[in-house]
Nanobody
Framework: VQLQASGGGLVQAGGSLRLSCAAS????????MAWYRQAPGNQRELVAS???????LYAGSVKGRFTISRDNAKNTVYLQMNSQKPEDTAVYYC???????WGQGTQVTVSS
């Protein structure tokens, strides 16, 4: 299993970033995929998830601002983040739900 998150960076409040998660094999198409984030001093929290059938869940704090999507042909999951807030600052990770593996995350920093 390999999951590589990318696309993080520094953005001003109100700005946008798109994160990508490239996966090995057919992990994306076969599993529920999720984005998590962890801010310093906080526990890792679920941001959004998408099932193989396309059902989507969002954390209340990002609903209406973030969009999760999946491209099975590219074995990639995306997280489009709009109207970002300083409290979105965290390391973001993608994960295949049910598989005990955490890839390297990507840092997102939102300045006020």
């Amino acid at each position: 299993v390999q999951l590589q998150a990318s696309g993080g960076g520094l953005v001003q409040a109100g700005g946008s970033l798109r994160l990508s998660c490239a996966a090995s094999g057919s992990i994306i198409s076969a599993n529920r995929m999720a984005w998590y984030r962890q801010a310093p001093g906080n526990q890792r929290e679920l941001v959004a998830s998408i099932t193989s059938g396309g059902s989507i869940l969002y954390a209340g704090s990002v609903k209406g601002r973030f969009t999760i999507s999946r491209d099975n042909a590219k074995n990639t999951v995306y997280l489009q983040m709009n109207s970002q807030k300083p409290e979105d600052t965290a390391v973001y990770y993608c994960k295949a739900v049910g598989i005990n593996y955490w890839g390297q995350g990507t840092q997102v920093t939102v300045s006020s």
